[in-house]
């Protein structure tokens, strides 16, 4: 088990802060203003048609992460340094605890790479943050519930206003369209990958890592079918690690550590992939 000495000091999300708040206070709380106003329907539908042709860029998975090494997070109230660091905190915990699961530490290392998003002009409200399915009732248990849709164009729509909105009770949660970003867009990226090996586990993982309502609000059950309540452990098992190693200390130590993640990439996740 991963010892988390505080598990209180993270998510912590401060309602409407003023200027009397840290500057990453406002930050976050901006970027889920923006979010909940933007993310519908529609927009996904059309972030699913511009990203989902994968004709944006070829690059390997390492060179994807690298790219993290310029961009922060504003929507993370817990990481202020560029993401990077994160990626190897996450891989390198999960090494320690589970050193015979090489797929899981590879999950570590690029559940995020879905952020390069960001750095093809995205704003982060389309790619950072917890996620939420669209097209039904916005659940209680999302950051920030309360005072950040009310300009959103689904909010009160006749359909999508309603529990099930344009799902059914339990149709799983790959039938339901989540509120873009990167865990969405690194999924179908690997899947579109046709040499990536890595199991269905860890496809899971990142495609749902962020869907906070669900994994910890224990909401959205009604859309889920057995294959998302089977694997909700497993989401659980990693979100421990995405959390809780977040530090601005003790950064890791990348060109030592890069061989070795290098060889997990050969194994799953062989060469360039199309973006
Ligand atoms: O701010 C964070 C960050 O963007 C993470 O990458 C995401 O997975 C979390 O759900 C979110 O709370
Ligand atoms: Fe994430
Ligand atoms: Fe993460």
Same mark, same amino acid.
């Given at each position: 088990?991963?010892?988390?000495?505080?598990?209180?000091?993270?998510?912590?999300?401060?309602?409407?802060?003023? $200027? !009397?708040?840290?500057?990453?206070?406002?930050?976050?709380?901006? @970027?889920?203003?923006? *979010?909940? /106003?933007?993310? +519908?329907?529609?927009?996904?539908?059309?972030?699913?048609?511009?990203?989902?042709?994968?004709?944006?860029?070829?690059?390997?998975?390492?060179?994807?992460?690298?790219?993290?090494?310029?961009?922060?997070?504003?929507?993370?109230?817990?990481?202020?340094?560029?993401?990077?660091?994160?990626?190897?905190?996450?891989?390198?915990?999960?090494?320690?605890?589970?050193?015979?699961?090489?797929?899981?530490?590879?999950?570590?290392?690029?559940?995020?790479?879905?952020?390069?998003?960001?750095?093809?002009?995205?704003?982060?409200?389309?790619?950072?943050?917890?996620?939420?399915?669209?097209?039904?009732?916005?659940?209680?248990?999302?950051?920030?519930?309360?005072?950040?849709? $009310? !300009?959103?164009?689904?909010?009160?729509?006749?359909?999508?206003? @309603?529990?099930?909105? *344009?799902? /059914?009770?339990? +149709?799983?949660?790959?039938?339901?369209?989540?509120?873009?970003?990167?865990?969405?867009?690194?999924?179908?990226?690997?899947?579109?990958?046709?040499?990536?090996?890595?199991?269905?586990?860890?496809?899971?993982?990142?495609?749902?890592?962020?869907?906070?309502?669900?994994?910890?609000?224990?909401?959205?059950?009604?859309?889920?079918?057995?294959?998302?309540?089977?694997?909700?452990?497993?989401?659980?098992?990693?979100?421990?690690?995405?959390?809780?190693?977040?530090?601005?200390?003790?950064?890791?130590?990348?060109?030592?550590?890069?061989?070795?993640?290098?060889?997990?990439?050969?194994?799953?996740?062989?060469?360039?992939?199309?973006?």
């Amino acid at each position: 088990m991963l010892q988390v000495e505080n598990p209180a000091t993270f998510r912590h999300y401060i309602d409407e802060p003023t $200027e !009397n708040d840290s500057i990453i206070a406002q930050r976050v709380f901006n @970027t889920y203003k923006q *979010m909940h /106003t933007y993310q +519908c329907v529609d927009f996904v539908r059309k972030q699913h048609d511009r990203w989902l042709k994968f004709d944006h860029d070829r690059m390997t998975i390492y060179q994807a992460l690298e790219k993290l090494n310029e961009f922060i997070d504003e929507s993370d109230p817990d990481v202020d340094v560029p993401n990077i660091y994160h990626a190897f905190q996450t891989a390198e915990a999960i090494r320690k605890i589970y050193p015979d699961q090489d797929w899981f530490h590879l999950t570590g290392l690029i559940h995020d790479c879905g952020k390069v998003l960001a750095l093809y002009n995205e704003p982060q409200w389309a790619v950072t943050g917890d996620t939420f399915p669209v097209g039904c009732q916005f659940s209680e248990k999302i950051v920030y519930r309360k005072n950040t849709f $009310e !300009n959103n164009p689904d909010l009160n729509h006749p359909i999508y206003s @309603t529990k099930y909105g *344009m799902y /059914t009770p339990n +149709c799983g949660l790959d039938q339901c369209m989540m509120a873009w970003g990167h865990d969405e867009y690194l999924y179908r990226v690997l899947s579109n990958h046709p040499t990536c090996t890595l199991p269905d586990e860890s496809l899971y993982i990142i495609r749902y890592h962020s869907f906070y309502p669900w994994h910890a609000g224990n909401d959205y059950m009604y859309l889920c079918n057995e294959k998302d309540l089977r694997m909700l452990e497993s989401v659980r098992r990693f979100q421990k690690f995405d959390l809780y190693t977040k530090t601005d200390h003790d950064l890791p130590n990348i060109d030592e550590l890069k061989p070795y993640y290098l060889s997990l990439i050969e194994k799953y996740i062989p060469g360039l992939v199309a973006w």
